[in-house]
């Protein structure tokens, strides 16, 4: 039987399976042994990993990177608030209070 096991981190995400005594981390499309936590937003497409990457300085204001110190936290919160500053895709209010990014996706604004 094999196990695959999930580390999704702040800058980067691997894919491991542990099977035979081993543990082996899975290479992605670019053979590379970790995937960026990027995610780009396009006007017709998405990309993540490594494609998304690529794509921060054509496309910033829509390419989210870091976005997993704002999850679970209510857009109060006073390091939301001043990480705000330092961000250059935007942040939003929820309507349950937490926070969102905002981001062009298929012609409109998406939260």
Do not use: W
Request: with cysteine; hydrophobic share 35%; aromatic share 10%.
């Amino acid at each position: 039987m094999s196990v695959v096991g999930f580390d999704l981190g702040f800058q980067s995400c691997y894919v491991a399976v542990a099977r035979a005594g081993g543990i082996e981390t899975v290479a992605n499309e670019y053979s590379d042994r970790c995937t960026p936590s990027f995610v780009s937003y396009g006007p017709r497409n998405r990309s993540i990993g490594a494609a998304a990457k690529s794509q921060v300085v054509s496309n910033c204001q829509n390419t989210v990177q870091g976005f997993k110190q704002f999850h679970g936290r209510a857009f109060s919160d006073p390091y939301v608030q001043a990480a705000k500053s330092n961000l250059v895709y935007d942040l939003a209010q929820l309507p349950s209070g937490s926070t969102g990014i905002k981001v062009m996706y298929m012609e409109g604004k998406s939260i």
